[in-house]
Each structure stands twice: as C-alpha cells, then as structure tokens.
C-alpha cells in the first residue's frame, strides 16, 4: 500500500460547520430541522486538532461557520486553488437526501426544502458537485470528512465518478451509514463523531504510533462509534470510508509531541512546510512558543500553544504542559533516534525548549519535515535513517539545545525578523538570532550545559540500548479485507472479525497489524444472483437496474454463506461471461440446526419429545397441547435460514405448497431475519406467549439481546427433516483484482485459518486458555452458540447459558442440497400463483422535484418492477387529478412484460397542477382489489408511493380513522412508500396506515429503494 505523507507541500483544510440556519421547522414549513449548536463547538476543536497535528499549518487552515450556499463554494473554490499538497475539506451540519438516496446534499445556513419548485434542496450543495469543484484542485490528495445525518449516501456519488484518476486521489470519510439520521448532541459539547475524531487526531491511533493516517483513523471511529453509539433507528453507528483500491494512505496528523519523520538537519527546518515557515518564522520571547517559533528553555515545564487566534480552546487543553520525554525515560531528544529507546531524539537539530526533564522539543510544529518515502506493504514500517546521519543528527540536536539556551538567557536581545517573506516551496524561513560576543557565555553557562547533557544522555542512551530499538517509523494501516455473510451470521462474524483484529495471528513480527476487516451482510437470493450472474456490473455498475455495488455492497474478498448449497447456488454458470471465481473450504467450520423456539409455557415438557421428530410431527403435538398457538418463520429470500426451514415445512415429494404457506401465514410484513423475528415477537405479550418461530438454534443465545423489558422464555425442539445451518469459509477473487494479490492472499489465509482452526491458527488444537475447548474464531461462535461441524455436534462452548437448548438432541437432517433449495425458494415466489399489485403514484405538484432520474417516484417505481414476472397482473394509477376521479390510470391492470410496463410509465407518468387525494384514492384502490381477489387466493399488495404533503386531506374529517377499518377488513396489505425522512415516524398517517393492513410503511429513513423491490417480490413471481 502506497503511503502520502503531505509534510514540505502547501496543504490546506476548510472546515465548514453550519450550526446556525435561517429557517428552521415549525417556524419556516420549508425549513431544516433545528439549529446545530454543538457543531460550533467542532470547528474549535477541529481546528486546534489540526495545527497540533503539524500537517497542516495555522495559515492552511480555514474556518467558514455557518456559510450561506454562495460563501461555502467561494471558500471551497479558493481552497481547491491554493492546495498543492493535501486538500481536506470537512463539513458538519444537516445533509438530507432525496428519495433514492443516490445524492447527498450538504444544507447551508441559508437551506430550504421546497416542494414543487426548481430544486428540493435550496441552499444546499449536492456532493456531487463538490466533487467536481475538488477535481479541478492541483493537490496531490484529497480527503474529504462528512458529520452530517446521511453521510453515507456520498459513498454512491464517489463510486459513481467514472475517473479512476479522481477516485484514486479523493478519499472519502463519512461518520455514519447511508440513510441513517443521528444525534448532535446537547449543544454544550461537540457532535460525537467530531468529538471522537478530534481524540484520535491529538492522541492518536491505538497500535498505530505516533503518525495518523486516514485508513487507520476511518477504521477506529468505525470501531469506537458502532460500540459507542447508536443512529436514531437505534442500530450501530458505523462510519463508511471510500478508497480507490489499492488504497493510497494519507497523513492527517502527528501525535503532539512525537517524533517527526525524517528529522531536521542543523539548526534550521530544511524540510518544514511552506504553511509551517511562513508562520512561524518569528523567534518566540515567552514561555509560551507559538507553532513554528523558536522555542524556549525552563525548568518548570514549557507550554506551548496551537491555537488559532481567537479560537475556543477546549478544557484542559489550553496551558497544558506538553513534555517530549516518555514517561519513565530520561532526557530524550528529536528524532533521529528510534522511538521508544532511552534517550529518543525528536526532531533532531531543530531549536526547541526544554523541560524540567531535559527533553529537547521541535520549534515547528510536531513532523514539519520534508516527505517520507511510500511504505510497500500492509503494515510495513519506513524507511530507517542510516545509522551516520542519525548520530550526526543527535550531536545536532545538541548544538540546537545550545543555541536555544543561549537565546533564553538573554530574551530581551532576541530581534524579532518581523513577518516572514513568502518562500518558494521547499525552502523555509530560519529563526535570525544576534550575534552574541563569548564573553558574555558564562552567564548562560547552566543554561547551555543542560541542552548539551541532554543531548549526550540521548546520544548514550541511543548507543547503549541500540539504534534499532523501535525498528523505524510506525506502522502503516494495514490491509483492509471485505468480508460479505449471511444477515443472520452477520453479528458473530462481526464479533469474529473485532477480536481477530487484536490478536496475536493478525501481528506480524515487527508488531504491526497484518489486515483489518469490514463485515457487511446481504439478502441470501440476492447475493446468489450477483455473484452468479451479475459479476460484471458488480465491478463497474453501467445502470441502475442491475447494480450490486447498491444492492448488495462492495466487491467481497470473503463470503461466508450459511450454507455449502448456497455457495454451490452461487457458482458461476458458464453461460455468460464471469468475472468472478469462488474458493469454498472443503468442510464448513461451524454448525447449527434450525429448531422451533417455542414459549415455555405450551412447550413440550419432556426431552424426549423435543427431539427425533419430524417438523410436522412436532406442529402437531403443539396444536394438540396449545390450539390457537402460530408459527413464524423469517424470509426465506432474505437469510439461508428461512429457506432451509421452508425446505423443511415443504417436506418432500409434491407438497402442497399454498398450505404449508397459510400454516405460517401472519398478519404485518415478515421479519427479514431470523434476529429480528425473535426480537418483534414481544412487541405483542399476547403473540410472544402463543407464537413458535423456526430459527437457528444459536440465536436463542445470542440474539435475545434486544431492547425488551420482559420476554417469553422458550425452549428449542429439533425437527430432524430440516437442514442446518453450517457456515462455510469461500475465498472470493475479481478478476483484475490482484494489484496486491500477495498480501490479500496472506491476509485472508491468516484470517481463515484463526477462525477455522480450533486452535486460532497457532496449531495446537487449543484456545489461549488451554482445555479442550477451541480458540480464535471458534471461541466467538461457540461463545454465540454454535456447535462442532462434525461428529455428534457438540456445542463448542461448554459455557453456553441455559437457553432452553439440549446439549444432544440426537441425529438431525443431513446437509442441505442446492437443488432443493433453489427449488423451495422457487415454490415460495409462487406459492399462490401469480401475484396482483396496484401501484399508486403521487402525481400532484409537490412531487416535481422528486420525479426525475432513477431516484424519481417514476423510476423507484420502475425499479420494483424487478420483482413481478409474466404471469403477475399489475397496474399503475396516478394519484392527482383536477377531474372528479381522485385517480388517473397510467397502466392498465394485468400482465405486462417489464419493458412495456416502463415505457407506459415513461409515457404517462405527468406531474399535474392539482392537490392528491390519498383518502379518495385509498378507497378506491382497497375496492379494486378486494373485487379482483374475490375467487381466489391469490397474493395482493398496495403500493402508494408519496412524498406526504397531502396528508392534510387524510387527517382532516377523521378520514384517517374512517380508512383505518377498512384497511383492516379488506385483508389487502398496503405498503405506504414515503419520499420523506420522517414518513413512517410512529402514529404519522404511513404508519397507522400500513399497520392496519398488514403491511410495511417505508421512508428514505432506510434503503426504500431496495425494500420496496423485495416487498413487490414477495408478491410477484419474479427473480428479485
């Protein structure tokens, strides 16, 4: 991995923080939110951050608070003009997002959200066109920091640049997932995503020295939030970074304090940057040495402060005593001298002042110093200073604690040089010191001598205990390993991949990490689908009705299905061109059946009857002990879970596949995992106590641990018709993937080996503790629950809580096979033959802004399409009209082929000048289907697709409340589709709505794209 170290260029970092906004809701209809106080607080810290940080010097940096639209792009473009080396660009207050999600729109302080005029989003910046403006920079690197609610969404405009040359130099750090709005604070601190990246940027990353680099800060703060904090629809916080791969890691910071790379030579600052020498060319006459002045010598401590002039200083931090010497050591000195050795050296030859404890500290700011050489190599230290020039550059340090000392004795004939002349990149301004006749020595004698002992304590001590003591530079981030699974293994192989990071088999020798790892999870048919068939557009998306990239994630190094029949599933066909080749482990590593979790209270009391049942067999006995008692089962789609129970509910031979279908039939949308299956149940006391759910028997241990009071207890009974999950390892390779093939290929041979290896990788067949019970990966997944892939199937950890589980529930049903499963999946989408949709589209003048593009009501309209097959009756109607009907048709009902039904879209889909009228269209469309589905059986849904700007007409004369029945009765489920945030808030309109029929209300608050496409699926008899 390529490394960019920005010290020696001209570098420069706008920070934009909007914390004030002219129009704000209730106030102003077409208004933000709220103000932001607590983003004022970040601009402060950010700033002090920076310039300690020594990358980025104090006249690099430019504070814009709380700018109108047409001040933020001034500042960006004079920014974008300046920059040669590093160009950061952050940005801190509301971001907001239009119906697909594909845009990210930064709000100034002068924002709107207009409907039915010119823009959505006035006083607001799309981030697409900030990227252009950063494209236009000569910078070698720009890194662009995003703490807004949605910053995640700015990941689909970076993939969606077309030049790799931009991508390759723009890195991307958003604080929080697409579609996920998050807490600002109280207004008394600063937003905790800042907040935390302001730590790392002054303290530094843990196991990552002195030096902070972008891959390894965005991986922290993924770390530290998703433990830390969660987004308002109460799921981890989790940051998202984009990097072009092969990455190309920048410098953001140097611990204050630290050793600078390279060192200075003599006793000026030959490499300091351009920004650094301009400001700091003035000798400093106090205690108190500004960044890049000469420093002073004292006794008692020196202080030194970074702040901008006029900046807030955070407690604690302004004053504060900033010593050079590592605790425990004596009298270390600049940096020619490895880190961490007695008598270190820092910044070597540079002036600096000096500590009760002798250390000698840099006069610019922490790593002013020319740029260091890339690093080849995950986690690969620096090129190390030859052993001459070190020691040459000790005894420098030691003429420069002299010349420091001498100009502390006397401060009052130090002559200030005035402001500093510009300088040509490359050359720095040096410190004029008078020239002092040696007869006026010996009344600095104490003063010189002390520089001088502390120069000769870190020359001995560098000797004695060895130059090559810390081994060079610190570590470079290491290589970053994409790991896709199943939904429902995707909490364990998170926590799998979290304690995998620390370990020792992800130490190399010289102490630095070998690989991190991203853990993303997907719906189970569709990950068979891409990687089946989609491999192409899965690494260069060329539209938006096939796009991976979107639907499922990133390009995965790891796949972990639940399954081996669904890696069989997944491999390539060889009727099309494939650009992906999958490499399944002989064996899976892990085990655990599908059992039904049934309450405690109407379970069978005996082991005996838990076990050597078929799946049938023990719905019976439950029918018989507890007449009206459910069964659920989560989307057999979504997860390997509910498949491999429909495979097992199904049965063998000619099912009657619509039966077995009612028997697990429910009122409201299925759960999509088996984990939030277990964790709605309570939302009902009444459903909790009397409904059984088919899932893996580890989550009845680990995936109880959702936010509920009280629980039904459960016990788990073992059908031994249906198949288990077993978890199986599969190296994935792209082709033209292999840049650093080595190193992945290292990287994921130790990460597979310390999760599938009961020893952790090290061989011995034991974990750390010794025993019999496994290590590494193993001991996550038997800590969670899971059993041994073989033999009786034990459970790997003897410490697993009584969950209600059997230790030996005997024989179970052997490995599941592809063909059945695809075949039951098949069964599932026609299950009741085809299927029957009417769509409702807003069509009134508040939609014009949301109706262009794939992102459009008409294009997310079209995008569901996917989801409906040959035989599927379908039909569009527009929801606004100045006539009589509070309806208009745009498809004709029935069955279409997919093109046609979106080239009638395209013809008739028209915004019209008129009010809509939901109440009127509702009823309409709840009498439509309830006459077409009067003779049979057949599935049906309601689609209304609105921006909910005519709700008013809902709310008023208690229509909400006369639908509410209806909605009800009909039996039709209804998926209110809302093009707004807040849409589905709980008692707004969509809610209640869609809770009374049955079915699902969505908003942009979540991927409303993809989860109306599966939502129309599971109706239709299509592929999606």
Known sequence: MDRFDPRGRVNRALLVGVSAYEFTRPEHRHGVPSPLPAVAHNLSLLAVALERGGVVGPDGITVAASPVLGEFRKELRTAVDAAEGLLLLYFAGHGAVPSAGDELWLQMRDAEVVRGGTAGFEGAAPFTNVLRILANSDAERIVVVLDCCNAGNAARVWEAVERPDVRRRVSVLMGVQANHRIDAG??????????????????????????????????????????????????????????????????????????????????????RTPDAAAAGSTPATGSTGSAGSTGSVGFAGSTRSAVPAGAAVPAGWAGSVESAVPAGSAGSVGSAVPSGSAGSTRSAGSTGSTGSAGSVRSAGPPGSVGPREPVAGPGRRGPRVPVRLRIRGVLAAAAGAVRAARTRAHPSRTRSTGPAEPRRPGRTSRPRVPWRSPRRWPHRTVAAAAGLAVAVLGLTGYLVLGHDASGGSPCAPPLELRLLTDPDLESTVRKAADTYLTSAANTMDDGCRRSGITVYGAGSAAVVTGLRDQSDPWQRPVGDEVDPQRDIGPQPDIWIPATAATAARARPTGLQRSYVSLEPDAAPFAYSPVVLSVPQEIAEASVADRTGDSLTGLRQKLTRRAGSAGVRRPDPAYTDSGLLATVGLYGTGTPDVSRAEESVDQTGPVSPTAGDLLCTLPDDADTDRGTAALVPEFLMVSGVGCDRTTRTLRMAEYPDDVPALAPLFVRVRWTGGDADGAARDDAVRSFHDWLTDPGGGSGDGHGSGGGSEPGGGLAVFGKDGFRSPSGAHALLSSRVPDSGLIADPGQSAGAAGADAMETALKRYRNANGPGRVLFLLDSSGSMADLWQGPGGAPGILKQSFAGLGDRDEYGVWSVASPGSRPYGEILAFGPHERQEAERAVDRGAVVQDAEADPYGALRAALDTMARKGRDDSRPELIVFLTDDEDNNRLTAHDHIDELLGPLHDKGVPVVMAALDSGGCAKGSPDQRMSEASGGRCLDTGGDLVADLRNEVARTGTGDE
């Open 186 to 271: 109280d207004g008394d601190t600063p937003t905790p995503f800042t907040a935390r990246l302001v730590d790392l940027l002054t303290d530094g990353v843990e196991g990552q020295g002195d030096e902070v680099h972008f891959l390894a800060l965005s991986e922290a703060l993924r770390v530290y939030m998703s433990a830390h904090h969660r987004t308002e629809r109460g799921e981890p916080w989790e940051p998202q970074s984009r990097t072009e791969n092969p990455a190309v890691d920048v410098l953001l910071a140097v611990r204050p304090g630290a050793a600078a790379s390279g060192g200075e030579t003599g006793a000026g600052a030959a490499g």
